[in-house]
């Protein structure tokens, strides 16, 4: 769905609200008042990037202006991070490394690593850890039935519980990708990743 059809759906659906996404190709230059419109007015709450579908890293300097907008309307920026689906773009622009740069020139930005940088899950703890202002969610991680997946999902359980020890659970934000995979056996993986009732809270 563009943005356009987003920003209609919200309007029906009040209880939703829309993280634009905005496109970084080489031949577009973004549009930043429009950017600016749409945080001031709250119509949308948040940006999100995809680095590796589009090729480009998070420090180009195209993107600059936009994090200098969401830091001051206080607005997450989110990271497509890790893994691209199939073979399409390039990993080495979504390896989660290269948003400590974003990190660093911008300490009051809210910056979310979506995917927690499947497989790079240690790298992306670190950004966890040496960041205040960094967080990630465990989104994305199955395409469709997790039950068919056993080996993967022990996988996944024991990365997320050694992001957690080395950073913290509240640096972790649950989300699921729908429709990618639906919702309750996404619920019932996050409830059985082993977590004390105190760190699943967060």
């Not at 634009?20 to 007015?41: C, G, H, R, W």
């Not at 934000?173 to 760190?199: C, H, Q, R, V, W």
Request: positive net charge; aromatic residues 14%; glycine residues 4%.
């Amino acid at each position: 769905a563009t943005n356009e059809i987003l920003l209609e759906f919200a309007k029906k659906y009040k209880q939703f609200s829309v993280v634009a996404a905005v496109d970084m190709a080489e031949n577009k230059i973004p549009d930043y008042k429009f950017i600016e419109t749409l945080l001031q007015s709250k119509k949308i709450v948040g940006v999100k990037f995809y680095t590796g579908y589009q090729s480009f890293y998070p420090n180009n300097n195209r993107a600059r202006p936009i994090y200098e907008l969401c830091q001051k309307y206080n607005a997450p920026v989110m990271f497509h991070s890790g893994d691209t689906l199939a073979s399409v773009g390039y990993v080495k622009y979504s390896h989660p490394i290269h948003i400590d740069e974003v990190a660093t020139d911008f300490p009051k930005l809210k910056i979310i690593i979506a995917h927690l940088g499947n497989p790079w899950m240690i790298d992306a703890a670190e950004l966890l850890y040496r960041h205040e202002n960094v967080y990630a969610d465990i989104s994305g991680l199955f395409l469709k039935d997790i039950n068919k997946n056993k080996a993967q999902v022990k996988l996944y359980k024991n990365w997320i519980n050694e992001v957690i020890t080395y950073a913290s659970p509240r640096k972790l934000l649950y989300g699921t990708d729908y429709p990618l995979i639906e919702m309750k056996p996404y619920i019932k993986f996050a409830k059985n990743l082993g977590l004390s009732k105190e760190s699943l809270d967060k």
